[in-house]
């Protein structure tokens, strides 16, 4: 019991969206860099972590009709650059819902799903997709 406890922390740890922000330029990046491509050395030991609200805005979309494999159960899907509220700009899987329900401009905010399953070793893989925010 206090093992399975333990994991699941470090599981829910795993799965907030933490991007790196730059603490000369303060500018927010997503996923996290060393260093800043702006300030370069500047910027070195000055990045930090920062937890991103994972809300965003829907820039531009692509209905993808033809997925690898791993995806097959779940196609066509909707692929989408997303600009988040936090600063960074994205690519990301947008699910539970229609191709018709997404425009340019929709809100959207990140939630974490099993994106692929191993069926040898049963290790699960865990990212982040967005959903429309209601
Ligand atoms: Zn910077």
Redesign the pocket.
């Given at each position: 019991m206090g093992e399975l406890s333990r994991m699941w922390r470090e599981t829910d740890h795993r799965y907030r969206m933490v991007g790196e922000k730059?603490g000369?330029?303060?500018?927010v990046y997503f996923p996290p860099r060393d260093i800043?491509p702006?300030?370069h050395r500047?910027?070195i030991g000055k990045m930090n972590n920062v937890e991103m609200s994972g809300n965003g805005v829907v820039v531009s979309f692509t209905i993808v009709h033809d997925a690898p494999p791993a995806f097959s159960r779940q196609r066509p899907y909707i692929l989408a650059i997303i600009k988040l509220d936090d600063g960074p700009t994205l690519t990301g899987q947008i699910v539970d819902t229609t191709p018709s329900e997404i425009d340019i401009g929709t809100r959207v905010r990140s939630v974490f799903r099993k994106i692929s399953e191993d069926g040898h070793s049963g290790v699960i893989h865990y990212g982040y997709k967005f959903v429309k925010d209601q």
């Open positions: 730059c000369n330029c303060g500018k800043c702006t300030c500047d910027s």
